[in-house]
């Protein structure tokens, strides 16, 4: 992965400054895709677009925020200190009297933006009642987050981890709310859609309805993956599972 520029905003309530990484190529080796739909690539990194200013603690919508400055990596291997060092220590700000005001600030005393936690994202819910699908989204995802880093890590899940996981979505009113209010926001004639609201069900112990709306969709196309829906409900599992792509071609 070659990262991008820095792109730096300013929290419109208290004034302070954060910044938010891209980059500029990247790729999906050694990416795991999971059966909710994310993919978790080391690669190919996702960056917020919902985060909370680290001073004021305002909810923010980055692309809503207007981009006051840039930061561009420029790496080179320094022959001399045997590493890989950063040429450039100048911020572009897109004002001549910001770049005035603000040029003894080094980008790395800027506060990089954070993904939302759990608890900020159901708040975000009610700033930003026009995102509710992605916002419930994330927070779906969340609650699976530890089981889908370690399959991450490992291919054998060990049981401390799946039992934690289960006492977290099991009888939690909240997870099984937000998943019952996903499933009316997602459209089912949408096939990638439909596969969603299948695991939704899943999750939520409802494993009929699940097999029910993989039944639907094309042999041809999905036979491996709705065999291994369907594996996992015969087993009674709620939880996300990692998609085996030499399965699929089976």
């Known amino acids: 992965m070659i990262p991008g520029p820095d792109y730096i905003y300013e929290c419109?309530?208290?004034?302070?400054?954060?910044?938010?990484?891209?980059?500029?190529?990247?790729?999906?080796?050694?990416?795991?895709?999971?059966?909710?739909?994310?993919?978790?690539?080391?690669?190919?990194?996702?960056?917020?677009v919902l985060t909370k200013c680290k001073a004021c603690d305002t909810i923010?919508?980055?692309?809503?925020?207007?981009?006051?400055?840039?930061?561009?990596?420029?790496?080179?291997?320094?022959?001399?200190?045997?590493?890989?060092v950063n040429r450039n220590n100048r911020i572009r700000w897109k004002n001549i009297l910001e770049n005035f005001l603000k040029i003894s600030i080094k980008i790395e005393d800027i506060p990089r933006a954070?993904?939302?936690?759990?608890?900020?994202?159901?708040?975000?819910?009610?700033?930003?009642?026009?995102?509710?699908?992605?916002i419930r989204r994330e927070i779906w995802w969340s609650y699976h987050k530890r089981l889908k880093s370690e399959f991450s890590r490992n291919k054998n899940i060990s049981e401390i981890t799946k039992q934690a996981c289960l006492l977290l979505i099991e009888d939690n009113a909240l997870y099984k709310e937000n998943c019952r209010?996903?499933?009316r926001l997602l459209n089912p004639k949408d096939e990638q859609q439909r596969i969603m609201i299948a695991e939704l069900y899943r999750n939520l112990g409802e494993f009929d309805k699940c097999v029910e709306l993989m039944?639907?969709?094309?042999?041809?196309?999905?036979?491996?993956?709705?065999?291994?829906?369907?594996?996992?409900?015969k087993k009674r599992n709620p939880l996300t599972f990692c998609i085996n792509f030499d399965a699929l071609k089976e």
Not at 35 to 46: F, K, V
Not at 114 to 133: M, N, S
Not at 215 to 230: E, N, P
Request: with cysteine.
């Open 12 to 48: 419109p309530n208290c004034g302070k400054l954060l910044k938010e990484g891209s980059f500029a190529s990247g790729n999906t080796f050694n990416a795991r895709h999971f059966s909710d739909g994310s993919c978790n690539a080391p690669m190919l990194p996702d960056f917020p």
């Open 60 to 84: 923010l919508n980055l692309n809503t925020l207007k981009e006051i400055g840039t930061f561009d990596y420029d790496y080179h291997y320094d022959y001399k200190k045997g590493e890989v």
């Open 114 to 134: 954070d993904f939302l936690k759990r608890e900020d994202l159901f708040c975000a819910l009610e700033v930003f009642p026009q995102h509710e699908l992605y």
């Open 181 to 183: 209010a996903l499933i």
């Open 215 to 233: 039944d639907i969709l094309s042999d041809i196309r999905y036979s491996g993956l709705k065999r291994m829906f369907k594996e996992e409900c």
